[in-house]
């Protein structure tokens, strides 16, 4: 079964295509236990307590909600008084990328940048909406080999990320929900970031 493309076909016109990716959309976010991703934010929040930095790895537009993570949690849950926030997302840099994929295979991007960046006791995380996007499997077997944290944000059936990182968020979908699933990327990030942004004693508005 393909969701989306049985969404379609039932849908009469964009209006009703909409209505039922709404309704799917609530059903993902029901399938999520809370509880985990209370666990997600208290692992985040530790980091950033012990000092460490926060890494963020994606591909395509998994990539833009890393990017978008970072800016919400060091300019949006930036508090003069508290400890400051170092995230970063490591598809950032095209310099860098391009360069260690001519080089090393575009397998290696992440793992390569974690050997000059990432310390014991940092955060990796994985957003993948497979969960067997290479490269991430491989950065997060070798962060966790070297004392690093892992954390996993997948879609589908949850892939190997799922089972390689220490703690995971697991949308259960079918094989053409990319976007739903990237969708519940951001909704993850607001979460979390907001959240932690409003426990630092920071205001939402102006």
């Not at 929040?45 to 395509?60: P, R, S």
């Not at 990017?67 to 400890?83: E, L, P």
């Not at 000059?116 to 994985?126: K, R």
Request: hydrophobic residues 40%.
């Amino acid at each position: 079964m393909h969701q989306l493309e049985t969404i379609f076909k039932q849908a009469q016109g964009p209006a009703g295509y909409a209505g039922a990716y709404f309704e799917r959309m609530a059903e993902i976010m029901r399938a999520i236990d809370p509880g985990r991703v209370a666990e997600c934010c208290d692992l985040i929040e530790d980091t950033i307590e012990n000092g460490g930095a926060i890494y963020l790895l994606a591909n395509g537009g998994s990539s833009a909600v890393a990017s978008h993570f970072v800016n919400d949690a060091v300019c949006g849950a930036w508090v003069d008084d508290a400890r400051p926030i170092r995230a970063y997302a490591l598809s950032d840099n095209v310099e860098s990328i391009t360069a260690l994929a001519n080089d090393h295979g575009y397998e290696e991007i992440f793992v390569q940048q974690l050997k000059s960046l990432m310390q014991a006791g940092d955060l990796v995380i994985a957003l993948s909406v497979s969960g067997n996007s290479e490269n991430l499997v491989r950065a997060l077997k070798w962060a966790n080999a070297r004392g690093g944290r892992t954390m996993a944000w997948t879609g589908f059936a949850g892939g190997k990320l799922k089972e390689i990182a220490k703690i995971s968020i697991h949308m259960p979908t079918t094989r053409d929900e990319y976007g739903p699933v990237e969708d519940m990327f951001s909704v993850l990030e607001h979460i979390m970031t907001t959240y932690l942004a409003m426990k630092r004693g920071r205001r939402l508005y102006k």
